[in-house]
């Protein structure tokens, strides 16, 4: 019997038919258009020119889809038509089903069709000709289409085990052919679904969680997919699918009119699914082809279609961004909750766990998998925070998820509640869980969904999904403060210092609370931090917290990015800069509390954005600060480790390289950072390297791919005699080859030889570069750096793809040039914040270099498109620079070489 291509694919081609089918017979015989595909192709540009109409006439987005599912029906119902006269085939003898979308009937208007070709024993020959011909008629025609063929039986076989075949077929629809087939098999699917109800619906849900991480959490991710990602339409279609399996019923108002689905569901569902058809429909038509992910791009283009105009301190897309945000969590809430009562409602023993349950507190019941409120406990549990807060204790401590009866009251009655003080109890409460590790993290995202969280910290409402407009975060600001507490708890695991830090911390709360608190400030046209202060204040007042703690608290909202920024953009080894910061921060106890925030701060961004070069840095400046703070000399320890670490480098040479003065005063040498960074055998090798430089070897250059970092380390040495410009003529090099520079660090060393490293990325790999790329990579530098005249970088054009010309247009930050003369007393320290892109500092260095300025330490870091260049520099005589109308000329000639 002849199978067709699986009914869960969602890889459409032109048109897939049969995956054992010889590609001759599938393409045999249209030499040219058949005369029904020529008017078919008419009918369907006119059928989507009406629909594009439609939906800019403000039809809802169900009545574009209807409208277009109709039109699509006419063309397949008369291609189809066409197949089976001219295959001579007997209609009784099969169905053709509409399925997904396509049956749902809320198709978007580039969306590929899913049709099926049932039939009970066909002969095959005439089944193939009849699938041929039906296949390549609707292809031609300009559909993208998933087809199949099927016996009922080989159909139900797939269906009770496969959940996407099953959801397929949950939506089918008979679009020409035998109804009495179709019926018949319409009826066992749904008989045979209720007798397995339990096991379809637990795949189901395994199915829609697979996807989900795939596609990832809605609220969370910076390009949400308007139909997979969750609160959108697969939260919809769930629904359906768990309505069918269970109930034997998906439509959703059918569901509430008879009791199963709550109203105070289907209002969310019903706006949600309305919202993000339209919302789909409008991508299509921009793009002109299937489209369903919101880029930032897209992003804006539909917060100006749909007349978003901002207000202080919130653009126009975020404005937007924050709706989206909430009626999908209002939809995903919504669809979780009617997928659990499905769940519990048809639980054979669920009277039994009732009745074996215990009391757990006034009102409240600990059952054997849930705990809940008694029908007097919902009477006061929906107005009463505390008494939720003692629910969520219990449990927590019990391991128990809460009733969805009880879990909906709650956010029913919170969301009603009127804006007033809750009582001590529920402060009480809350500082104790506060005060707790384990699952913190957890339980206050739990709380911000019930909405209690507002109620004991109102400026909480505020930033509930508002967007950060950025490429840098990954979450909106609310979630990302709870998961940055969720990520300090995870401290507790490690095994360095900020594990030693959390583990002997007695100021937990104290922290915890702070970084709840961090980045509340923002979405108002003051700066973040200034408006924290106040809410941390505010905050300590309401949680009555002490003095001491208030003033704690507030210091460490107020200040929580001055340690990243220290670390990241200053040279550590300046004595000043740790100095400075020490008197910023003041005591031991803040210097450690801060540590863990902006560690846990930074691993809240997003994967990856707490790596090991900046945990390192900001190690480092703990360690300097800590000895400031306690003893007075702020690089000691530093000394004492960096000592040990040259000695182990000495205690590599032979005795011939350690008698000669040469070596001693490199040795002396070795950067702070080199040492710290790399192993003594490394150093040695590398200052072997560099004592074999020479007028007839000048350069040396050399890689090594770092797997934790996912980037290559390009280590380049050069004579004194070839260092004038070096820095822009190694930039030069590299952006001639189109490596992304993460990081630099320029060394000099006493006989003025230089010693640099480029951590790089290679867009033209992934992973580790080829060795061949490596050394095309190491020749271009050498070659830039031996040349009598400096080579003008060579920038390949190259096609630039929808994505990189959608993230040009949705750049928004200004780019910004600064000038430091006080954090150092030797060197003005230029701090530039722009766009990253092939070549940039390669402009930057050559406007340094043009304006002769020396160049004596270089911080670059690179955050997907973002950069923070930060330049040490002196003039020709080695002053700092100072006079405003150079600085003023220098910064104009910067901004013109950026943008």
């Known amino acids: 019997m002849l199978f067709g291509s699986e009914l869960g694919n969602r890889e459409r081609t032109h048109c897939s038919v049969y995956s054992d089918l010889p590609l001759a017979f599938v393409e045999s015989d249209l030499t040219s258009l058949h005369p029904q595909v020529i008017e078919s192709r008419q009918q369907l540009a006119e059928a989507r020119l009406k629909s594009a109409n439609l939906h800019a006439s403000g039809n809802t987005g169900l009545q574009v889809c209807l409208a277009w599912a109709d039109s699509v029906d006419a063309i397949v119902h008369r291609l189809l038509s066409v197949a089976c006269e001219e295959e001579n085939v007997d209609p009784s003898k099969f169905a053709f089903l509409a399925l997904g979308g396509y049956g749902r009937r809320d198709l978007a208007p580039y969306s590929d069709l899913d049709l099926m070709l049932l039939h009970n024993n066909l002969p095959e020959k005439s089944l193939q000709g009849l699938a041929r011909k039906a296949s390549q008629l609707i292809g031609d025609t300009g559909f993208q289409l998933g087809f199949s063929v099927r016996t009922p039986f080989q159909c139900r076989q797939l269906a009770w085990t496969d959940a996407q075949v ?32 339990r096991s379809l619906a637990s795949m189901i849900e395994k199915e829609r969680l697979e996807e989900r991480q795939k596609y990832g959490e809605t609220e969370f991710l910076l390009h949400p997919n308007v139909k997979r990602s969750r609160g959108c339409l697969r939260d919809v279609q769930i629904v359906r699918w768990i309505g069918f399996v269970c109930f034997g019923q998906k439509n959703p108002e059918q569901l509430k009119d008879v009791g199963l689905l709550a109203e105070e569901d289907f209002a969310p569902i019903q706006e949600g699914y309305a919202y993000l058809l339209r919302l789909r429909n409008q991508l299509h038509f921009m793009a002109g082809r299937a489209l369903d992910s919101l880029d930032r791009s897209k992003q804006m283009e539909l917060a100006k279609w749909m007349g978003y105009q901002g207000h ?24 979780a909750n009617f997928v659990g009562m499905a769940r519990s409602r048809l639980t054979p023993f669920g009277f039994l766990y009732r009745f074996l349950s215990l009391s757990a507190g006034r009102d409240l019941r600990l059952g054997l998998k849930e705990v809940w409120a008694t029908r007097r406990g919902l009477d006061r549990i929906k107005d009463d ?83 950060q407009f950025n490429e840098y975060h990954k979450y909106t600001v609310d979630a990302h403060c709870i998961k940055s507490v969720e990520c300090v708890e995870e401290f507790a695991k490690r095994n360095d210092f900020l594990g030693d830090l959390y583990r002997k911390s007695k100021r937990k709360l104290i922290l915890h609370l702070a970084l709840l608190l961090h980045d509340l400030g ?130 590599l040479l032979s005795a011939q390289e350690k008698n000669n003065p040469v ?237």
């Not at 897309?317 to 669809?335: A, D, G, I, K, P």
């Not at 202060?533 to 003095?547: C, H, P, Q, V």
Request: aromatic share 8%.
């Open 663 to 899: 070596w001693q005063e490199r040795i002396a040498a070795i950067p702070a950072t080199f040492l710290f960074q790399s192993k003594p055998q490394e150093l040695a090798n590398e200052l072997r390297r560099i004592h074999n430089l020479s007028n007839e070897l000048p350069v040396q250059v050399w890689a090594e791919y770092l797997a934790d970092r996912d980037a290559t380390q390009y280590s380049v040495t050069v004579h004194p005699t070839h260092t004038a410009g070096l820095f822009h003529r190694i930039t030069g090099a590299m952006a001639s080859q189109r490596l992304s520079i993460l990081s630099a660090e320029i060394q000099s060393l006493p006989d003025n030889a230089a010693w640099d490293r480029f951590l790089v990325d290679d867009p033209d790999f992934q992973g580790a570069p080829a060795p061949n790329r490596i050394n095309q990579v190491c020749q271009a530098i050498a070659k830039a750096v031996e040349s009598p005249e400096p080579i003008r970088p060579t920038f390949k054009r190259t096609w630039k793809g929808q994505e990189s010309q959608e993230s040009t247009a949705a750049r928004l930050q200004p780019t910004q040039v600064r000038f430091d003369n006080s954090s150092s007393e030797e060197f003005t320290i230029i701090t530039i914040f722009a766009y990253d892109r092939i070549g940039l500092l390669y402009d930057i260095s050559k406007i340094l270099f043009d304006f002769q300025l020396d160049l004596q330490v270089a911080k670059v870091s690179t955050h997907l498109d973002q950069v923070v260049d930060v330049f040490y520099v002196t003039d020709s005589q080695s002053n700092k620079i100072t006079e405003p109308t150079y600085l003023y000329t220098l910064r104009q000639a910067l901004l013109r070489a950026i943008e």
């Open 166 to 197: 099953l959801t397929s077929l949950v939506e089918m629809r008979l679009v020409h052919g035998s109804e009495s087939l179709f019926a018949s098999f319409e009826n066992s699917l749904k008989n045979g679904a209720k007798m397995r109800w």
């Open 522 to 651: 923002k979405g108002y046209v003051e700066d973040h931090s200034e408006v924290g202060l106040r809410i941390a204040d505010e905050t300590s007042k309401i949680l009555g917290l002490s003095e001491a703690d208030r003033e704690l608290i507030c210091f460490l909202v107020h200040q929580h990015l001055i340690m990243t920024h220290t670390a990241f953009r200053f040279d550590l080894t300046q004595l000043s800069t740790i100095v400075k910061f020490a008197q910023q921060v003041g005591s031991l106890e803040r210097l450690q509390l801060l540590t863990m925030l902006s560690c846990a701060d930074l691993a809240a961004v997003g994967p990856g954005a707490l790596n090991d070069w900046k945990l390192n840095l900001i190690h480092q400046l703990y360690d300097a600060t800590a000895s400031q703070l306690q003893t007075g000399e702020p690089l000691e320890h530093q000394s004492s480790a960096k000592e040990s670490n040259r000695k182990a480098v000495f205690d």
């Open 312 to 335: 202080e301190g919130v653009l126009p897309v975020e404005e937007f961004m924050t709706q989206f945000f909430e009626l999908t969590s209002e939809l995903r809430y919504s669809s």
């Open 385 to 467: 925070p505390g008494m939720v807060l003692e629910l969520m204790q219990i449990a927590n401590r019990h391991q128990r998820r809460i009733e969805h009866k009880t879990w909906r009251t709650i956010r029913k009655g919170m969301l009603k509640r009127i804006d007033k003080p809750v009582g001590p109890e529920a402060i009480s409460r809350f500082l104790g869980l506060m005060s707790t590790p384990g699952r913190l993290g957890e339980i206050l995202r739990r709380l911000h969904e019930l909405r209690v969280l507002e109620q004991i910290i109102p400026a909480v409402r505020h930033t509930r999904s508002l967007l």
